[in-house]
């Protein structure tokens, strides 16, 4: 798996983000949640992600975008890492739930704890 993030492994299908709220599962890592779902794509790609931010806590799209810039930008470093042995295809929704602005580090931090709890409970199903 590349250190990119490219158009087809980003999460756009409508259909596809209200099943994955609906029968998908969480795993948390405080300020970070990730929802996923097993699921089959007519794309080759293993998993498909999607990054949000409450509009409720950052109320100025600057926040917002900055937040999920850096949401993006950490998936993209270490997916190659947690994602490469999945044998399945996946949707995932990573939520940022927390008030405070974050620094790279601090989401870096979080979501490896984040990626290495979907891992444990992913290799025990």
């Known amino acids: 798996m590349k250190f990119t993030y490219p158009k087809q492994e980003k999460l756009k299908s409508k259909k596809l983000i209200e099943q994955l709220f609906t029968e998908g599962q969480s795993v948390t890592a405080f ?8 699921t089959t794509f007519d794309d080759a790609v293993i998993a498909k992600t999607g990054v949000s931010v409450s509009k409720r806590h ?4 600057v926040d917002r975008n900055h937040i999920k ?7 993209r ?14 949707a995932f929704m990573i939520l940022y739930i927390g008030k405070e602005k974050p620094s790279f580090a601090q989401i870096e931090t979080r979501m490896k704890l984040l990626f290495e709890k979907f891992s ?5 199903t």
């Open 31 to 38: 300020p970070l949640r990730l929802v996923y779902l097993g």
């Open 58 to 61: 950052f109320k100025t799209a």
């Open 69 to 75: 810039r850096l949401l993006r930008e950490v998936y």
């Open 77 to 90: 470093l270490n997916k190659a890492v947690y994602f490469n042995n999945l044998t399945t295809q996946h």
């Open 120 to 124: 444990n409970t992913f290799s025990k």
